[in-house]
């Protein structure tokens, strides 16, 4: 059991770090602080420089795309034993690495932990419940970080299988942008269905490609998350797809957009494996008619 010294820090207080936060302050067996580099977010938050030292689990609450700067920030302020924990989904933009390789390249004798699941930020902040999966090759760090949330609306399942279920939780952003574009061209809950069969094909053939287990992509970080994100208008990724089906740029930054270009630079001898890959990639190009973007990949 977590002791009441344990110090917790939430490194990014955006929609899901603050749902996060929310949740951890039920924790009565932790001390709990956050801090954010928009300051007016959290108006009394202190340094870094006096938050991290004494941290012994810091959740990093950023999109993939900084994570490396934000872990980068607080690398030389760790005490050694310090657990870092992240939420990302996604592959950082202009590297095209994955979580675990940034992870292992930006701070290699860290412990690590991933958090991964359905975990709409909104629903959390309404104190709906929600299941996600804590994974870590360390039994040690994993056992710490699931005790945080014991007792509390997020339960969670552990897993050895990090890269695995960092994989699947990347994946299913990209394919919940194609289930956006199902529902706005209103094709129907037997084409949804069809769907969501052939994703998760996909997913486990990219998951075992990088080196994970396909069974990740079976549970709640794989098909459990493309479930919520694909079918919730509070997903961005659900949210780009409808606007990319209507023909519109996406209003927003989106994890799925990013990992779509790093799947077909870094898998090129899997794209005939990849029909809705593919076809979703050519929705995002916006050169093809939505419909037709989507009707290729039904007779693959």
Known sequence: MASPSTNVVILGFGEIGSAIHNILQKNTRISLSAWDKNAHKL?????LETLIPSAD?????VPTWILANALQSVKNLLKPECIIVTVA?????????TLPEILAQTMPSTPHVHLAGPMLAEELHAGKSAIAVVASTNAKARRKVATLFRSTALKVTPSTDMIGVSMAGALKNVYAIGMGALEELELGANARGWYLVRA???????????GGKAKSVMGMAGLGDLVATGTSPYSGNFTVGR???RGEAPSRPSEGLNVLPCLLRRLPEYSPKLPILNSIALLVERRTPPRDCLSAAFIK
Do not use: D, N, Y
């Not at 689990?57 to 609450?61: A, E, P, S």
């Not at 989904?89 to 690495?97: A, L, M, N």
């Not at 998760?200 to 990088?210: K, L, N, S």
């Open 200 to 210: 998760i094909e996909e997913m486990r053939v990219i998951t075992e490609a990088f």
């Open 243 to 245: 606007e990319l089906a």
């Open 57 to 61: 689990i810091v959740l990093v609450c």
């Open 43 to 47: 108006p009394e938050q202190v340094p």
């Open 89 to 97: 989904k996604g592959f950082e933009k202009e590297s095209c690495r």
